[in-house]
């Protein structure tokens, strides 16, 4: 079955939803507008039941089948914040916002999850329980864990959830998936070595360098996966910030670095969290200064589940046809914190090509109108394939 010819009617109202969205962006859990006007469309459609205030701001609507002779409950989820970023897409409906975008596409997971809410609460033709679940702060702020922690899954009995988002580079309309790890451990770094300072020119020797101390370390946290993690595992580490000095000619007393870890097997996040402080310590001493390090886990590795990783294939079949799905994609060294969920409950996390354009997070980016439907179309028939009527 192709896109739904319902859906595919509704995708002018589906994108004028997503550019309304777009041109009003928000951060992390201040989507009390887009929160507020998700809430309104549900009940406009004639959910069952609306429930605001879950996870701070996340949005729960659900919606029941002619029938729940199956007893089945699913969530479907969708996340609503938008990225501190000025944004140069272009598009006449840009943010209206100074210093805010949506630039990983959160608008159109928005829009497409409401477009399929609205299909699924007019026809009903399926046996069970439908959750449509709305997210904040996905960028960096667990919203996902504290939609969780505030007793999402336990509250409608979710027993599977699946999670979806957009793949610029994937050609249009393809989506690709696979079991196991999809996307990565997301964690952070901060290193602040300890000096002395002193004058650059007439006293170096006089001085503990941290500088000096701090680029050492940079380059020596490169060995972690080259030297430390076993070659058939993956890991990155990736030195973002140095922060030190403030003149030509002055050693600084201080140097701060940080940095981003992506890992997704258990073991190999424990040694590199290790690794990274050991070497940290070890070359400050070494040179006469000191490094504390701290290590902070973000978010876990997001683990599709064997079964309903293959229930998300076969829907993505179903809408796209056999030759524009692959279910065994490579995995991504990104991070999602759709992690959380799948922590609580089996399912499965899909990507939808976007085809060429610029990458998420990037201020040039533009969401491509043209898979609302495909990916409205597929959380609808994820509830009647999962759940038939009869």
């Not at 928000?26 to 406009?44: D, K, M, S």
């Not at 699924?120 to 922690?149: C, H, S, W, Y």
């Not at 090509?353 to 990037?362: F, L, P, S, T, V």
Request: charged fraction near 20%; include cysteine; hydrophobic fraction near 40%.
């Amino acid at each position: 079955m192709p896109i739904v010819n319902r859906i595919a009617a509704l995708t002018d109202e589906i994108a004028a939803w997503r550019h309304d969205f777009h041109e009003h962006p928000e951060l992390l859990y201040e989507v009390h507008r887009t929160a507020g006007i998700v809430a309104e469309r549900l009940r406009e459609f004639g959910c069952d039941e609306v429930v605001t205030g879950i996870g701070r701001t996340g949005v729960v609507g659900v919606i029941r089948g002619r029938s729940n002779n199956s007893g089945r409950v699913i969530g479907l989820r969708a996340d609503m914040d938008a990225l501190p970023i000025e944004e140069a897409s272009g598009v006449p409906y840009a943010s209206k916002t100074p210093g805010l975008m949506h630039a990983c596409g959160h608008d159109g997971h928005t829009a497409m999850l409401l477009g399929a809410a609205k299909y699924l609460a007019e026809t009903r033709n399926f046996d069970g329980t439908a959750i449509m679940i709305f997210q904040p702060a996905e960028e960096g702020g667990a919203g996902g864990k504290a939609m969780v922690d505030d007793g999402l899954m336990t509250r409608w009995g979710v027993q599977e959830v699946y999670g979806l988002h957009n793949m610029p580079g994937l050609a249009e309309g393809h989506f690709e998936i696979t079991p196991g790890p999809i996307l990565a451990a997301a964690d952070a770094f901060e290193i602040i070595v300890h000096g002395k300072g002193g004058h650059g020119g007439a006293g170096p020797h006089r001085a503990v360098d941290s500088v000096l101390i701090g680029a050492e370390i940079v380059g020596a946290l490169q060995s972690i996966v080259s030297r430390n993690v076993d070659p058939m595992k993956t890991a990155v580490v990736s030195t973002c910030v140095f922060n030190a000095g403030s003149a030509f000619n002055i050693i600084p007393p201080t140097a701060t670095l940080g940095g981003t870890v992506r890992t997704f097997d258990p073991g190999v996040r424990d040694l590199v969290e290790r690794r990274i402080a050991e070497i940290a310590d070890g070359i400050a001493r070494a040179y006469g200064g000191t490094a504390e390090t701290t290590y902070t886990r973000m978010y876990p590795a997001t683990v599709n589940h064997e079964r309903e990783t293959v229930i998300a294939a076969e829907v993505a079949r179903d809408v796209v046809g056999a030759d524009r799905v692959n279910d065994r994609a490579t995995p991504f060294m990104g991070g999602e914190d759709f992690a959380f969920m799948l922590l609580e409950r089996p399912g499965a996390f899909i990507f939808l090509g976007m085809g060429d354009g610029h990458e998420c997070h990037h201020p040039g980016y533009i969401f491509n109108d043209q898979i609302l439907g495909h990916g409205a179309s597929y959380w609808v028939r994820m509830v009647e394939k999962t759940m038939p009527a009869g």
